[in-house]
């Protein structure tokens, strides 16, 4: 059963549009194929290739992309893996990358993603990863997992929580994601307690961050994406919380800059030519009837660049919002 909502497929589409000849698009985060189901009903010479580190998730896109099979591959793989051992010439028209997880994960997949939900704390997207979200809340250094909390959670209240958690975890370790949940709602003060958001969201997805190394694959995932698109390819990136928008902001600026020389020389002795041509100055959000349709997509941040033919002549890097 489909259970996920795609997240702005009209603006995607819209920003994403191959050539007429077909095209080749890369869904990095194919999840339960949204996204994909879109593209390939829309343009029915394109091909795609479906990435998900997920094999159940992947599962469930098979089924739906089925009608579709003559021009789609699905692989299980990290996006970041898979895009740095593509070595055929740069041919990729369209990469997206819908980063996070899926509704999926926090109502099918059992892996303690979801705060009420006493499943073993688990949040590794692959079996493949080597540490669960319990051994990091079990066995770390009570500094590295405050340290955990407050680079991937942007948590104010990590030492207090850790501290909650060091002294519950000598009595028994905490295997469940529900007790870890009342653990940290335990530990925050109380106006934390009765915000919209539950006191512990920023936990799980330090966590949850930390588990799948998220931010390295989406650094690594950006610079590849760029070396294989072809000429006049897109990218577009959705993120979900402001890390990983940061990250995609500074590649976008940095690789869409001309020169590189220092400010104060008079004149360019690089000669830079920039990587990518932004198609987005400001990011792209959800309109008002999609998040009250769909609330997830409340925080989402939609970027796209466009790798230029010959020398770039659109929006310039001062044109990314600060
Ligand atoms: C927000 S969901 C994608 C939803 C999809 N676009 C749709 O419309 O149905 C993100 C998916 O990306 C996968 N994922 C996250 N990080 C990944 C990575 N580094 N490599 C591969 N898959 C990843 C997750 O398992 C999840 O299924």
């Not at 390939?40 to 992947?58: E, F, K, N, V």
């Not at 990250?247 to 020389?265: M, N, Y």
């Not at 609330?295 to 010959?310: F, Q």
């Amino acid at each position: 059963m489909i259970v996920h909502q795609s997240v702005m497929p009209e603006e995607v589409l819209a920003n994403l549009v191959p050539p007429e000849t077909g095209g080749l698009f890369i869904d990095t985060t194919v999840g339960e194929g949204g996204h994909a189901e879109a593209f390939l009903q829309r343009y029915p010479t394109l091909s795609l290739i479906g990435l998900d580190a997920d094999a159940s998730i992947l599962d469930v896109a098979r089924e739906r992309l089925s009608p579709y099979a003559e021009r789609t591959r699905l692989v299980k793989a990290w996006f970041g893996a898979f895009l740095a051992a593509w070595d055929t010439p740069p041919a990729v028209d369209l990469i997206l990358m819908d980063l996070g997880i899926s509704r999926y994960h926090y109502e099918a997949s059992g892996r303690g993603f979801s705060f009420d939900r006493d499943e073993t704390l688990d949040m590794r997207l692959g079996a493949d990863l080597p540490v669960t979200a319990a051994d990091l809340v079990n066995d770390s250094d009570p500094a590295d997992l405050a340290d955990i909390l407050f680079r991937f959670g942007e948590e104010g209240n990590a030492r207090a929580i850790v501290s909650r958690i060091v002294r519950e975890r000598e009595k028994v370790p905490i295997t469940s994601a529900s007790r870890l949940a009342a653990i940290v709602a335990g530990a925050v003060p109380a106006q934390f307690r009765h915000r919209r958001t539950h006191p512990a969201t920023r936990t799980f997805q330090a966590l949850r961050i930390a588990v799948n190394r998220e931010l390295e694959q989406l650094e690594t995932g950006l610079a590849e994406a760029v070396r294989i698109l072809a000429p006049s390819g897109r990218i577009g990136v959705i993120t979900f919380h402001s890390l990983e928008d940061r990250i995609v902001k500074h590649f976008f600026r940095e690789k869409s800059r001309e020169c590189t020389c220092p400010p104060e020389w008079p004149i360019c002795q690089c000669g830079g030519k920039a990587a990518l041509r932004l198609v987005t100055g400001k990011p792209l959000t959800a309109s008002e009837g999609e998040v009250s349709r769909n609330p997830a997509s409340r925080s989402a941040k939609l970027r796209v660049a466009e790798k230029p033919r010959v020398a770039p002549s659109g929006a310039s890097a001062a044109e990314v919002d600060a």
